[in-house]
């Protein structure tokens, strides 16, 4: 899907390209990788930068074109990974400016709904880089509220059961947090890196910088925060579970103790040799009566051992 806006008191959609316009590319097809790389003659390197699902935030300068790669949070389909991050790919040169993801995305048409609202424009292609920084910031924050609450609901989940699922899923909320961290520090390198091209430091709006880094931290914080918690409470569970296994197989073994006095005696009594009870009429009720009490006094022995 390609979409063209333009600035007016906010980001407005246009039907063609002009001059300094953003072109929003999700995506992309056949067509409009063509459109990407012969009309606009994009570098296919950056392009094959941007599919892989695995690149990390960077800057880079090719031919005067300009690549800067950020990674943002998506909702995920998979329900053992609800949320990951991918690149989003930031292109420009002169008066062309391109953004080109491989999935849709919330954060993108939230961003330019935002700046409708606001009534904010977008100064130069840096502003832009600047400002899709910080927005992503805000929906890692979003997300983490979610991430939250399914921590929450699996807490609620293992007090009721020992179960492994509920474990597991706590292990998969993990893996979204070290999907976030490690795209949050990556997008923190970049920001430094931006702030320090000499050519441009002079251009920055130093309030904006300041929100970005402020956001960045605190979703570094918190993902980090979130993350030591689910580390904590994943290993408490994990010895709850452990411990109750322990209690349930201590259980069955004083159990199977007791049930063996019997099957003991009954052994014992049972062989074909003469054990002074063969010609006595009582004599299986004597051995039942033994059998009663020995067990008797197993389970009391246990109980005062506190094994039941």
Request: proline share 3%; charged share 25%; glycine share 2%.
């Amino acid at each position: 899907m390609r979409v063209f806006y333009k600035n007016n008191d906010g980001l407005i959609q246009v039907e063609a390209w002009t001059p300094n316009c953003w072109i929003n590319v999700e995506c992309p097809t056949e067509s409009e990788k063509k459109y990407l790389l012969e009309e606009l003659q994009i570098p296919e390197a950056f392009y094959n930068d941007i599919e892989d699902i695995d690149e990390r935030p960077r800057i880079e300068i090719e031919n005067g074109w300009t690549l800067i790669i950020l990674r943002i949070p998506v909702k995920s389909n998979d329900i053992k990974l609800p949320f990951q991050t991918i690149p989003v790919g930031i292109v420009f040169k002169g008066e062309i400016c391109v953004t080109v993801s491989f999935q849709q995305t919330e954060m993108l048409t939230d961003f330019v709904a935002y700046t409708k609202r606001k009534r904010i424009n977008i100064k130069d292609n840096f502003d832009l880089v600047l400002k899709l920084l910080l927005s992503s910031s805000v929906w890692y924050l979003k997300y983490l509220k979610q991430v939250n609450q399914k921590i929450k609901l699996a807490e609620n989940n293992l007090e009721k059961s020992i179960k492994n699922e509920e474990l597991q899923a706590l292990l998969q909320i993990e893996k979204c947090l070290v999907f976030f961290m490690t795209s949050l520090k990556g997008n923190d390198i970049l920001l430094h890196r931006i702030r320090n091209i000499k050519s441009q430091k002079e251009h920055f709006d130093p309030e904006l910088l300041e929100d970005v880094e402020i956001e960045l931290r605190q979703a570094q914080e918190t993902t980090n925060i979130y993350s030591d918690i689910l580390t904590g409470t994943m290993d408490a569970y994990a010895s709850v579970i452990s411990n109750n296994m322990n209690t349930i197989m201590k259980q069955m073994t004083s159990i199977s103790i007791i049930l063996m006095i019997p099957t003991l005696i009954a052994s014992l009594y049972g062989m074909n040799v003469p054990n002074n009870l063969e010609d006595n009429h009582y004599g299986i009720w004597i051995v039942i009566s033994i059998s009663f009490l020995l067990s008797l006094f197993g389970v009391f022995l246990f109980k005062r051992k506190r094994w039941f």
